[in-house]
């Protein structure tokens, strides 16, 4: 499968960015899928992830409450909604892929997934 992150962009504290990521070449709805970040200077880092069918959904706690993962697999697509940006978001944000066949899989462990976005930058002014 190959996945096509977009929608990222310059905005200000406080505002909000929808990601989308775009999946052809599979059949989406067997694969979990998570979101990455990337700060220049910093490992890369689990931001959350969506289960295959959308059931579940995972966020890190620096995200909860402020971002919203969704997934329309009749579009193949999942989209990561920030609301209520802050200038440490600003990075580099990867959506990647696992095929499963366990719902509710999901991983934190960027090496657990063997599909990758090429990245949409995210940049929060104060």
């Known amino acids: 499968v190959q996945l096509q992150a977009s929608g990222g962009g310059l905005v200000q504290t406080g505002e909000s960015l929808r990601l989308s990521c775009a999946a052809s070449g599979g059949t989406f709805s067997t694969y979990a899928v998570g979101w990455f970040r990337q700060a220049p200077g910093k490992e890369r880092e689990f931001v959350g992830g969506?289960?295959?069918?959308?059931?579940?959904?995972y966020y890190e706690d620096f995200v909860k409450g402020r971002f919203t993962i969704s997934r329309d697999n009749s579009k193949n697509t999942v989209f990561l909604q920030m609301n209520n940006l802050k200038p440490e978001d600003t990075a580099l944000y990867y959506c990647?892929?696992?095929?499963?066949?366990?719902?509710?899989?999901?991983?934190?462990?960027?090496?657990?997934?063997?599909?990758w976005g090429q990245g949409t930058l995210v940049t929060v002014s104060s």
């Open positions: 969506i289960s295959y069918s959308g059931i579940s959904t």
């Open positions: 990647a892929a696992a095929q499963t066949k366990i719902d509710r899989w999901y991983s934190y462990q960027w090496h657990d997934y063997h599909y």
